[in-house]
């Protein structure tokens, strides 16, 4: 009985001194990464140009003496003291509808990045470990989805549906999952076949525990890089949406819907015209250095496998 107690101690006290491994390791590699990022200049530089941007888009109403929807001033008129980049053809004043729009704008590019990342990973992760039929399936359910002509569907669904900021998010999102879950599945194919995923599954752990547990982990870098080029591909796509008429619409705003209301004064009055179309190319090209911080950080090459 002794010898039995002494054996599960030890047993105990191995598989501790394992987690406790483990967990350096995993801590270790996240401030590995986490230094990589830090020590990339332009993604930081970036990162804080977006964080501020947002900031501002948020504390600076409060601040105006007009809201984003109030019309109570003239046409068009110049920038001045209380207009600080004048007024549009309602009398809205731009620099509240420049916050605002900026506001929705990154509202729509996140829920679409954050929602759609979730979706694709979870169809690619599960595709890729079970194989087979469901494999298939689910492969020729992104097929269906790809070759739909994308941006006319949601023009269509958006204009059926009330034209809102999270309508327009939750559309965008529903075509937006495909190529991270092409992505996943790849990754989840290759993850399967190894021996720590071998001997879960041996060990009876199911789909869920494995994916969650194993696979998903194991992809962070490519899932953290693909959503952050989800925001970017979001923000554009948005915009255009707007400048067609077919995204958000007043009494909402957001920069695509912006330029579309000012874009034929861009001789005549450029800052109704430069602000919005400045900010959009800003939050892209902002987010565009991050992402390839994010590449660089989880360069594959470096980064161990946890198991």
Not at 47 to 55: D, F, R, S
Not at 86 to 111: E, M, P, V, W, Y
């Amino acid at each position: 009985m002794a010898n039995a107690t002494q054996t599960t101690a030890t047993d105990g006290s191995a598989a501790a001194a394992v987690r406790h491994e483990f967990d350096a390791k995993a801590r270790s590699q996240t401030s590995i990464i986490l230094g990589r990022f830090v020590r990339h200049r332009l993604a930081m530089v970036s990162l804080g140009v977006l964080v501020l941007l947002a900031l501002v888009s948020i504390v600076v109403p409060f601040f105006l003496p007009y809201s984003f929807a109030d019309a109570s001033s003239g046409g068009y008129l110049p920038p001045s003291s209380r207009h600080l980049l004048g007024t549009d053809q309602i009398g809205h004043d731009t620099l509240a509808q420049l916050l605002r729009g900026t506001q929705f704008s990154l509202a729509i590019a996140f829920t679409v990045a954050i929602s759609s990342t979730v979706v694709g990973v979870l169809v690619g992760a599960v595709a890729g470990y079970l194989r087979g039929f469901i494999d298939n399936s689910l492969m020729r359910l992104v097929d269906l989805f790809l070759i739909v002509p994308q941006i006319a569907v949601v023009a269509l669904l958006v204009h059926a549906l009330a034209p809102s900021w999270y309508v327009v998010a939750g559309v965008l999102a529903i075509f937006s999952w495909m190529q991270i879950a092409r992505i996943t599945r790849g990754e989840a194919l290759s993850l399967s076949a190894r021996e720590f995923v071998e001997a879960s599954r041996a060990a009876g752990a199911g789909t869920w525990h494995i994916v969650f547990k194993h696979l998903i982990p194991n992809m962070i870098g490519t899932i953290t890089v693909n959503a952050t080029l989800s925001v970017s591909t979001a923000v554009l796509t948005e915009a255009a949406l707007s400048f067609i008429g077919l995204g958000v619409q007043l009494p909402d705003t957001s920069l695509g819907l912006i330029v579309q209301d000012n874009y034929t004064q861009v001789l005549l009055r450029p800052w109704l015209f430069w602000g919005p179309f400045l900010a959009i190319v800003l939050i892209s090209v902002t987010i565009s250095f991050i992402g390839d911080g994010l590449r660089d950080a989880f360069d594959p090459r470096q980064t161990k496998v946890r198991a």
